[in-house]
């Protein structure tokens, strides 16, 4: 049964990382097939069944979700909106001032609202509100909203936006037109009750404990409300592994269910008569089913809570069903249990660590006949964890808490027994009045100090370091997966601490063969930033933009691509110039990555800047990087102003070229004109009119030109007629907003290979289809090969 659970979990993973979603014919093709081979007597073939029915599952929850997405003709035009505020509205500032993030279902449209949008009753979307706001869950709006399909970044190791989204169950994101007319239609009457009630106890802690640093801390152990959580304190808590303490998770709802029983087993036993019904870890579990759940509710039943609270059911359901639980069994089904219901949670990380941490401690402690002593289970379940993650987290370039084991042995009780506990008596006190409250949560608050000084001093210890990505040789994380289980055997396993010798080609650090030069565009929306890498040395020119103080593309997207292909220092930084979808993620791209030296704008409290001056000159492993514009004294625009930086190695040239406009353009063609020619071009300006103007494009002749600007962005960039340009000189045009990031590779005898565009080289069904774009990015290798 187990094998059987597990095949058709392997089939829902694999349906979740198709490059496309196969049709009806093919789909009925899998349910016969899947249906036939269950049927038949041979056990592997049963399991082959399994595996097609999950597949045929996640394809068909697939569909659904594509189903459900904002049509493509809705996009980027306004629509008018009755919907329903749902979830905890949060407020959030960013470039543009007050931000609300909202997230509502769609009631109905409005009577005038015709086609698509006619039948898209039931969508959930999350859009933003800019400016001051005040928003309650069930109240009834009239909105006029600009929305989009769910759609994100794709970059080297970046996060899944996209999938993430369609996995919430979000069908379309955008934001509330700043001068429409908005309008209240309702205080209450739609939505979920609960909704009401969370807001509204959120609201009475923030005005009892606003002034206490704790409080968002406090807001995420009981209402699973992260809102107030910085970047910060995330990279606090990822240096410390303690990130699953201030997520509510397995962890949480575990612990609520072990409390009840506890108490519900204390009171069973004074009640003879209750016994002769049901033993006492059934009225146990009966009492924590709903408690559970309730915690859940709490929570916002979220879909990380949703499959926290789906794993614990399982295990109840079999305490009920039988005398002893198999836990491997109980495992097995909740794996398949939240694959089913959740078919993308399989991209999310935070599943796969929840799933092989449980798997590790059955593999060490279930069986055993003698239990741990209680001073052993404060530290032995610790380094369990820390090995069984060593794979997981290099594989996915997550850095490794080296205090984490001898932090959580302390952060655990404190949070078990002490923070979550009194966080829930106090909450459910303010019921019946602020008094009885104030000292249950008062301890919570002081609870949490005490951790936060826990982890600050863990992390100034021991800072978080990072395994090797395992680069493209599966061998070392198969082997380090094998060395993981053989190192967990059970005491008295033959050859047991072999497996740490399996572990160690993952603590070497991958040496690949490098080409000369490495030039990766990444897809940061409306802005730009590039990474340049020659065989030992990487640069990044520009970071760019800073979205909100919570996300910016510096620390989210630049620092998380470098990590990927295992850069862990920057050599140099870039910084065309100051406006702020090239230099507003800087700031989060310092705070992340040591960095030596910085060319060009001014950032306050980083690495003193050197002003960006043409004619400077440097070589990195036979690489020539020439700084071409502006030269000393330039007066002009930030635009104008950018610095152009020229790489050239084995006869192949790249030019970045910022934002320069038709001023600059002309002046590097009067001063530097030997020097424009070049291969591959930066477009300026994110192809805007003012720049690449058709003299600029002649003197360069591309062979690729890069584009970055965002999908749909408002300034229509890249302009048709710029693009024509450049296609009138034979250039291939490579766009981030079509093909997400483009990599492209010079070898060491100057062979330019075809690009890599992300998009298109990691494909999933959730992308859109875009044939233009494959030929684009097929053909620009035709363009670049040559002498």
Same mark, same amino acid.
């Given at each position: ?18 490059p496309a979603l196969p049709g009806v014919p093919v ?25 097609v029915l999950g597949l045929l599952w996640g394809c ?406 990072s395994l090797p990505p395992p680069g493209r040789d ?123 030296? !910085?060319?060009? +704008? &001014?950032?306050? =409290? #980083? @690495?003193?800047? $050197?002003?960006?001056?043409? /004619? ?116 291939? !045009?490579?766009? +981030? &907003?079509?093909? =997400? #990031? @483009?990599?492209? $590779?010079?070898?060491?005898? /100057? ?37």
């Amino acid at each position: 049964m187990i094998a059987g659970m597990l095949a058709g979990a392997a089939g829902i993973v694999v349906a979740s990382r198709l490059p496309a979603l196969p049709g009806v014919p093919v789909l009925m093709l899998l349910l016969a097939v899947g249906v036939a081979l269950c049927c038949l007597p041979a056990r592997w073939l049963r399991l082959g069944g399994c595996f097609v029915l999950g597949l045929l599952w996640g394809c068909l929850r697939g569909h659904e979700s594509l189903a459900r997405a904002l049509p493509t003709e809705l996009e980027a035009s306004d629509v008018t909106v009755r919907l329903c505020i749902e979830g905890l509205p949060q407020r959030r500032g960013d470039a543009r001032g007050e931000q609300w993030r909202l997230r509502a279902y769609i009631l109905d449209p409005l009577p005038q609202a015709r086609g698509p949008l006619a039948r898209w009753q039931g969508r959930r979307i999350e859009f933003s509100w800019y400016g001051p706001g005040d928003f309650v869950p069930g109240e009834t709006w009239s909105m006029r909203l600009r929305l989009r399909a769910p759609r994100g970044f794709v970059n080297p190791g970046g996060f899944d936006y996209q999938a993430w989204l369609l996995g919430q169950g979000i069908d379309a994101t955008g934001h509330a037109v700043a001068k429409a007319r908005h309008a209240r239609l309702a205080a209450s009457g739609c939505g979920a009750p609960f909704d009401r009630w969370r807001h509204g106890l959120r609201a009475r802690l923030e005005q009892r404990f606003d002034d206490d640093p704790q409080l968002g801390r406090l807001l995420a152990v009981t209402l699973g409300d992260a809102s107030r959580f910085t970047p910060a304190d995330w990279e606090l808590f990822a240096r410390t592994g303690t990130t699953h303490l201030m997520v509510i998770s397995g962890m949480h709802i575990t612990l609520v269910a072990l409390l009840v029983i506890g108490a519900t087993g204390a009171v069973v036993r004074r009640i003879p008569r209750a016994l002769l019904w049901l033993p006492v870890r059934s009225w146990g579990v009966l009492a924590a089913l709903p408690a559970t759940l309730a915690y859940a509710v709490l929570a916002g039943m979220g879909v990380s809570v949703q499959r926290a609270l789906l794993m614990v059911t399982v295990a109840f359901l079999y305490v009920l069903r039988e005398r002893t639980l198999q836990p491997w069994l109980a495992w097995a089904s909740a794996l398949l249990a939240v694959l089913v219901a959740q078919p993308l949670a399989a991209l999310q990380s935070g599943f796969w660590l929840s799933f092989i941490t449980v798997g590790a401690l059955l593999l060490v402690y279930a069986g055993r006949v003698a239990a741990p002593s209680r001073l052993a289970l404060l530290w032995q379940p610790q380094i369990v964890v820390a090995i069984a993650l060593l794979g997981p987290l290099a594989a996915i370039g997550q850095s490794q808490a080296p205090l984490a084991p001898f932090v959580n042995a302390l952060a655990i009780p404190l949070t078990d027994l002490l923070i979550v506990p009194s966080a829930l008596a106090g909450c459910l006190l303010l019921a019946a009045g602020d008094a009885l409250a104030w000292l249950p949560l008062r301890v919570a608050l002081l609870g949490l100090g005490a951790l936060d000084g826990l982890l600050r001093h863990a992390a100034q210890l021991a800072p978080a370091w990072s395994l090797p990505p395992p680069g493209r040789d599966a061998w070392r994380f198969a082997c380090a997966v094998l060395g993981t289980v053989w190192l967990l055997l059970p005491r008295g396993f033959p050859g047991r601490l072999a497996g740490a010798v399996l572990l160690l080609p993952l603590l070497v650090p991958v040496r690949e063969a490098r080409p000369a030069l490495e030039v990766t565009l990444l897809d940061v929306g409306q802005g730009t930033a590039v990474i340049v890498r020659t065989a030992t040395h990487a640069l990044v020119y520009d970071a760019g933009p800073r979205y909100s103080e919570r996300f910016d593309a510096g620390r989210a997207i630049v620092a998380t691509a470098l990590r990927a292909d295992g850069v862990r220092e920057l050599d140099r930084l870039v910084l065309s110039h100051a406006d702020a979808d090239h230099a507003g993620g800087a700031p989060g791209l310092l705070a992340a990555l040591p960095v030596r030296e !910085v060319i060009g +704008t &001014a950032l306050p =409290g #980083a @690495v003193a800047a $050197r002003p960006c001056l043409r /004619g400077e000159t440097w070589t990195w492993d036979g690489v020539e990087f020439r700084l071409l514009h502006p030269p000393p004294g330039f007066a002009a625009s930030d635009n104008d102003g950018s610095c152009v930086l020229r790489i050239a190695v084995a006869g192949r040239v790249l030019l970045l070229a910022g934002d320069i406009e038709e001023r600059a353009e002309a002046l590097l063609r009067a001063g530097e004109a030997a020097l424009l020619g070049a291969d591959v071009l930066l477009v300026p300006h994110h192809g805007s009119r003012s720049s690449s103007g058709a003299p600029m494009v002649a003197a360069v002749a591309p062979a690729i030109a890069l584009v970055s600007a965002g999908h749909r962005n408002r300034f229509g960039h890249p302009h048709p007629e710029v693009v024509a340009r450049y296609h009138g000189v034979g250039a291939r !045009v490579l766009e +981030t &907003a079509r093909h =997400g #990031a @483009v990599r492209l $590779r010079i070898e060491q005898d /100057g062979t330019l290979a075809r690009p890599q565009c992300w998009r298109i080289a990691h494909r999933r069904y959730w992308f859109t289809a875009d044939a233009v774009a494959e030929r684009a990015c097929a053909g620009a290798v035709g363009g670049a090969e040559g002498g």
